[in-house]
């Protein structure tokens, strides 16, 4: 990762990294949803993608975590 990122930065592209690893290309608004997560949710959402095989998953992961936090887009 770039040295110039802030360590939240550096785990979003990380973040983004593995779920386009694992779902192929991200929308553009998946990749904003990733950016507005926190580090705590950053953390989950790595933790969580591992058996995830579509971006529908990905999806249905963000609107629990809107459900459970207002701060998402």
Partial sequence: MQSWLTPQQQRQA???EQLT???AA????SVA???ALSV???AALQAALAGWTDESAFAAW???QAETDDSLP
Avoid at 26 to 29: D, G, R, T, Y
């Fill in 33 to 35: 949803a990733v950016q």
């Fill in 40 to 42: 705590e949710q950053l």
């Fill in 62 to 64: 963000l609107q629990a």
């Fill in 21 to 23: 690893t694992h779902l």
């Fill in 14 to 16: 990380l973040t983004v």
């Fill in 26 to 29: 991200l929308s553009p608004q």
